[in-house]
């Protein structure tokens, strides 16, 4: 499940983008001022961001070198400013990408596909007292040692490199039995749902980790990805602060 900001001012254009990328393995967050994508960006983790320049409540040139200073998120930016400079400005400035106005949606969705390609999943996960190795494939709650069947694990991958975003039921259904999903019913998820939550120590009548969103599906919750994120801003700023001193 791939995540998308898009930061956009017109709100026709704005929709247009969303309808033109909408597919099943993709989640959008949509933005109209760079107080609104901050907001986003501190409580999700994004896969690729849209960025418009002219915006309510300033440049988006400026917040692209904000951005850049924690975060190695793609960014396409899409604007009017169609300057030989402004162009070098951009992609100098940090950005992937570089789209000017008016466009061909079918050339966005190329260009954003390039851009997805390119990410590479997360293998390994540190979250509080859990530490998830997908690539030595051990699994620690409090340091000891857990088993995971191959299920699990893949139910679990899954969620980890979708933080914040809802998983629909049939999704993870479709992904975590690949090739046998016709035949497994949406008990199978919910006992293996019930397993993993008790493997990780996450107590099923107030989860932490792995949220029910009734009705839809699962997701894993961002309160851990907000604290990463605010304990490296923390770090970055008092590094910035005695440079300057």
Not at 19 to 36: G, H, N, P, R, T
Not at 53 to 74: A, Y
Not at 101 to 106: A, G, H, I, V
Not at 224 to 230: A, G, K, P, V
Request: proline share 2%; hydrophobic share 45%; with cysteine.
């Amino acid at each position: 499940m791939k995540r998308i900001l898009i930061l956009e001012d017109d709100t026709d254009l704005n929709d247009g983008i969303k309808m033109a990328l909408d597919q099943e393995d993709k989640v959008f967050y949509q933005c109209k001022k760079i107080s609104e994508a901050k907001q986003i960006l501190n409580n999700f983790a994004i896969d690729l961001m849209l960025l418009d320049l002219n915006l309510p409540d300033g440049h988006g040139m400026l917040f692209l070198k904000e951005i850049r200073q924690t975060s190695k998120v793609p960014i396409i930016i899409i604007t009017a400013n169609d300057l030989e400079s402004d162009i070098i400005l951009g992609l100098e400035a940090g950005a992937n990408d570089y789209l000017v106005k008016p466009f061909s949606l079918m050339i966005l969705r190329a260009r954003v596909a390039v851009q997805l390609r390119q990410i590479t999943p997360q293998r390994k996960f540190v979250i509080d007292h859990l530490v998830f190795d997908f690539e030595a494939m051990v699994f620690y709650v409090s340091e000891s040692l857990i088993e995971l069947s191959k299920t699990e694990q893949r139910l679990l991958y899954l969620l980890l490199n979708n933080q914040g975003a809802t998983l629909k039921r049939c999704y993870l259904i479709d992904k975590v039995w690949s090739g046998n999903s016709e035949f497994v019913d949406e008990h199978a998820l919910t006992v293996v749902i019930q397993r993993l939550r008790k493997k990780i120590g996450d107590d099923p009548s107030h989860p932490k980790y792995i949220k029910t969103v009734y009705g839809i599906g699962y997701s894993w919750s961002t309160i851990c990805l907000i604290y990463f994120r605010r304990k490296q801003k923390r770090v970055i700023d008092s590094l910035q602060e005695m440079v300057a001193a």
